[in-house]
């Protein structure tokens, strides 16, 4: 023999004098759902970063977890099939077809006439969260958000604005569970109204803390302002800007909690149901 094995090696990879498959190179646009090939880990697109080890994607779970993956020859798979990310030229940006809130976005959209039905938030800050969020749906379906200006209200506004069929109130509530005042104050509201929200004493605490920068939300104490509580401690300032950090941190649905997003859903949908 002349030392050369022509069946060794790897077979998996194929004999030597097979001709290689060429693996695609695919453009890694936000939101393509792509595996890494060596640790499993599966999510989406959500950015890049560079170093002096080269270019890297960024890719996010179904539950939110953030990693990163250096952008290597045939390091990725698609439906199990290998491939080469590559990174968006700046030349030819990808149009965007989602919204914020992750529903297709709709081009040259005219605001449709408003429904009857509404939606009611408590504050500004929670009216303003939906908008940012939820404002090209809203006006896809022509549903008008309104702030309560405090759920105390809410018996009042419900009594004048007199919910029916084809007239119906979805209301998105803070701290929403058992045993609070909110709950009490959203019972046996009748068919036509339809409460959800979410466990979080304030809409700032909906927002994901990793959007504003910190690993939790700081513990305040009971009976004193929340909000002030929060700024103290973070060093945020007063409340004024505090709420410019949160708002300005939040540019889609990934940036806020799950029961938030659930809870503002439900009430799209419950308001713009047929009769």
């Known amino acids: 023999m002349n030392g050369h094995d022509s069946y060794g090696g790897d077979i998996f990879t194929g004999h030597s004098r097979a001709k290689k498959r060429a693996v695609p190179r695919v453009t890694a646009e936000r939101d393509l759902v792509v595996e890494d090939a060596a640790s499993g880990?599966?999510?989406a697109v959500v950015g890049f970063d560079r170093s002096y080890d080269g270019e890297f994607v960024k890719l996010e779970d179904a539950r939110g977890a953030v990693r990163l993956f250096a952008l290597r020859e045939a390091a990725f798979l698609i439906d199990g099939e290998p491939v080469t990310l590559i990174r968006p030229t700046a030349a030819t940006p990808k149009k965007e077809t989602r919204s914020a809130s992750g529903s297709t976005r709709v081009d040259?959209?005219?605001?449709?006439?408003?429904?009857?039905?509404?939606?009611?938030?408590?504050?500004?800050?929670?009216?303003?969260?939906?908008?940012?969020?939820?404002?090209?749906?809203?006006?896809?379906?022509?549903?008008?958000?309104?702030?309560?200006?405090?759920?105390?209200?809410?018996?009042?506004?419900?009594?004048?604005?007199?919910?029916?069929?084809?007239?119906?109130?979805?209301?998105?509530?803070?701290?929403?569970?058992?045993?609070?005042?909110?709950?009490?104050?959203?019972?046996?509201?009748?068919?036509?109204?339809?409460?959800?929200?979410?466990p979080f004493i304030d809409v700032w605490q909906a927002v994901r803390p990793a959007a504003v920068g910190i690993s939790a939300w700081p513990q305040v104490p009971r009976g004193e302002d929340w909000k002030t509580g929060v700024c103290d401690r973070l060093g945020w300032g007063t409340p004024q800007d505090g709420w410019r950090r949160v708002y300005g941190a939040v540019e889609s649905f990934r940036d806020l909690e799950a029961p938030l997003i659930g809870a503002v859903e439900r009430l799209i949908d419950f308001v713009t149901e047929p009769r």
């Open 41 to 43: 880990f599966c999510g």
């Open 108 to 198: 040259g959209l005219r605001a449709r006439v408003a429904r009857t039905s509404r939606i009611w938030v408590e504050g500004v800050h929670d009216a303003a969260l939906v908008e940012r969020v939820w404002g090209h749906d809203l006006r896809v379906e022509g549903v008008v958000v309104e702030h309560l200006a405090g759920l105390d209200n809410l018996a009042e506004r419900l009594a004048d604005f007199a919910p029916g069929p084809g007239r119906r109130v979805g209301v998105l509530v803070d701290h929403l569970v058992t045993g609070s005042k909110e709950t009490q104050l959203t019972t046996g509201l009748g068919p036509n109204v339809l409460v959800t929200g979410h």
